[in-house]
């Protein structure tokens, strides 16, 4: 790609989504091939100005089927995803200022009265959801750590760091490459993680040193925490969950529960902070789970009250062997499993998953025990996981009611045009 504008027609078919705001063009909703716009100069200045990049991906003009503008979107020649758009409005071009103000924006609307007041992590922008494609951007404390993507956040994020330590007055950002994604956005690896700093250096360098394995200390909820960006997982703290971590804690005082799935304890150590009589973390990964330990240390926890357990959770419920004890001891059990469903064409295989998961933790839980359940599967919908549970209860002979529902917390807002964005739900559920 270069600095060529280019001008994109849509299908008849493939125009419906985008007319009513969806943000992704799939390359079989293109009409023909991408063609060299005719726009003059001063279009081509502002739409690759102010230090804009376009090498892998190219601005395009998105026409409808009769060759009408309609908006302006991101084309990637190497991806299946083609076509990524930023604005319905044809008339002013796209330029540096129309991402620094979706930036801008972003930031703007996570000023949330309803977030505890000692709580210091959240997302600041949340990829095409917040209109920005490619790129999540989580505050950790004083850092700020991005998880890029795609093409075209990866190729600008020189200047997209310059934007965020300006607007948030973060001391530094860290910043993750996904290797996958990037890689079907042809990028070309290897890519490593790089760390920049703020104070009024004239540029941004990456550090000699990876940011990874460098731990940094968080406030959610008013608990502290350890996350570590880069050698743990996602941007090292799971800030999507916050919202139930919470509710979950309010409801534990005096009971039993069983953290599963628990990788830093975001859950069990929130329950404990609320008075829960005993917690059990269990994770299959050790890392992990040294990390709950260096929480619980942190928060000054008492050790007595707290399990850690590792091992496979789908055998340990199975057997219903959870470290020295039996499921029926636990009065709430949470499960918040890895994504099961990793893409649609594995759906079938990951509902079962989710079925079996669910079934062997019903099947011994005692009556009256709730069972907080998460899916993190984009591919998996509200009414599949709840299907799924609907067959997890019939096989294990239980009555099981809905009593609330969980969703992905307000910082990882879902555009009404855009269900995708809602990867996360749950649901508490009370075991007859
Ligand atoms: N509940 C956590 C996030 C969970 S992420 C929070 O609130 O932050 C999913 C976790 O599942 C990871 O820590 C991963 O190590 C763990 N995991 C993956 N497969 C597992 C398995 N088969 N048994 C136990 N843990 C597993």
């Known amino acids: 790609m270069s600095n060529q504008i280019l001008e994109i027609r849509l299908s008849p078919k493939g125009i419906k989504p985008v007319r009513n705001g969806h943000p992704w063009v799939f390359r079989n909703a293109l ?236 859950f069990g150590l929130t329950a404990l902070s609320r008075g829960a009589a005993r917690v059990t973390c269990a994770d299959s990964s050790a890392d992990a789970l040294a990390i709950v330990e260096r929480n619980r240390a942190l928060q000054g926890a008492d050790a007595d009250r707290l399990e850690i357990v590792r091992g496979d959770l789908f055998s340990m419920l199975r057997n219903n062997a959870v470290g020295a004890d039996s499921l029926e001891r636990y009065d709430l059990v949470i499960l918040d499993p890895p994504k099961l469903v990793p893409a649609r064409h594995h759906r079938d295989a990951g509902l079962r998953a989710y079925k079996d998961l669910n079934m062997a933790a019903m099947r011994k839980m005692r009556q009256g025990a709730r069972l907080a359940t998460f899916s993190c599967s984009g591919a998996v919908s509200r009414d599949d996981f709840r299907t799924a549970l609907a067959w997890a209860a019939a096989d294990a002979g239980r009555v099981v009611r809905i009593e609330e529902l969980f969703s992905q917390g307000p910082d990882h807002p879902v555009p009404l045009h855009f269900p995708e964005a809602e990867y996360l739900k749950g649901f508490l559920l009370r075991i007859h």
């Open 31 to 266: 009409a023909g091939r991408p063609v060299p716009a005719s726009v003059p100069e001063d279009v081509v200045r502002t739409v690759t100005g102010n230090g804009l990049r376009w090498e892998t991906t190219g601005p395009a003009i998105v026409c409808d089927p009769t060759g009408t503008p309609i908006g302006w979107g991101i084309y990637n020649e190497a991806s299946r995803l083609a076509l990524r758009m930023i604005t319905r409005n044809s008339s002013s071009a796209i330029h540096r200022g129309t991402f620094t103000s979706l930036i801008r924006d972003s930031i703007s609307r996570r000023d949330d009265p309803r977030r505890d007041p000692d709580t210091d992590v959240f997302r600041l922008l949340f990829g095409e959801a917040d209109g920005f494609p490619g790129l999540a951007v989580d505050r950790l404390g004083d850092a700020l750590v991005m998880e890029i993507s795609g093409a075209f956040a990866w190729e600008n994020r020189g200047w997209i760091v310059q934007d965020f330590l300006r607007l948030t007055g973060a001391q530094r950002i860290l910043i993750e490459p996904d290797r996958e994604m990037l890689d079907r956005d042809g990028v070309p690896g290897p890519l490593s993680s790089e760390e920049h700093r703020g104070e009024g250096e004239a540029a941004a360098e990456p550090a000699a040193e990876p940011a990874a394995g460098k731990a940094l200390i968080v406030r959610e909820n008013g608990i502290s925490w350890y996350a570590e960006p880069g050698g743990g997982q996602k941007t090292g703290f799971y800030c999507d969950q916050q919202v139930n971590r919470r509710r979950l804690g309010e409801l534990s005082r005096g009971l039993s529960v069983l953290d599963g799935f628990c990788y830093q304890g975001g």
